[in-house]
C-alpha cells in the first residue's frame, strides 16, 4: 500500500520552519506477530516525522531552527540519521560512507543494496575493493563541502561589516 503523508512544520515562536511530503510503499507490517491496519501504519509514519521536528525544539531564532530542520532532513536523505558526528567518525569517513551509498543505491537493486543500508563496514569494503575508482568522487566531495563551508565563513564575516 502506499501512504503519503504531508507535514508542515513551525516553530512556536520562531514561524514556519519547512514541510516534509513522505511517501511510502508500505507492504505489511507487524507488531508482536499482528499486522497492522493501514491506519496504524499511516499514524507511525506521520510519529516518525517527529523528529524533525524534535531537532528544531530548542532554536533560539528562525534561521537556527530551519538550518536544525534542513541538517536533520539532510540526514534523513542520506541515510546517515544516527551515525555519530562527534569523535567517533571524521568527516572523511562519513563523506565516504555518503558518496558510497548513493552509488551503490543507484547500481543495485532495491534488495541487493539492503545488505549496504546499514552496513557501514559493508558500505567501506566496497569502497576498499574500488578505491581508484572511487577516491576521486569522495576527494571532489570533501573539496565542495569545504568550498562550501568558506562561502558561509565569507557571507557570515561580511555580515558584520553591514550598517543596519
Do not use: C, W
Amino acid at each position: 500500500m502506499e501512504y503519503n503523508v504531508k507535514r508542515a512544520f513551525e516553530h512556536k515562536t520562531n514561524g514556519a520552519i519547512g514541510a516534509v511530503h513522505l511517501v511510502a510503499e508500505v507492504g505489511k507490517v507487524t507488531i508482536g506477530g499482528k499486522e497492522l491496519p493501514s491506519r496504524s501504519v499511516e499514524y507511525l509514519l506521520t510519529f516518525a516525522l517527529q523528529s524533525l521536528q524534535d531537532a528544531y525544539a530548542g532554536a533560539k531564532s528562525n534561521e537556527q531552527a530551519v538550518g536544525l530542520f534542513d541538517k536533520k532532513l539532510d540526514a534523513l536523505i542520506a541515510g546517515t540519521i544516527g551515525v555519530r558526528t562527534g569523535g567517533g567518525t571524521s568527516e572523511l569517513e562519513r563523506v565516504t560512507l555518503q558518496v558510497v551509498r548513493a552509488i551503490l543505491k543507484a547500481k543495485l537493486t532495491e534488495d541487493a543494496f539492503a545488505a549496504y543500508k546499514e552496513d557501514d563496514d559493508k558500505v567501506l569494503e566496497a569502497f576498499e575493493k574500488n578505491k581508484a575508482k572511487l577516491e576521486p568522487l569522495v576527494t571532489e566531495r570533501m573539496e565542495e563541502l569545504a568550498k562550501e563551508r568558506a562561502r558561509k565563513a565569507k557571507l557570515a564575516a561580511n555580515a558584520g561589516e553591514l550598517e543596519l
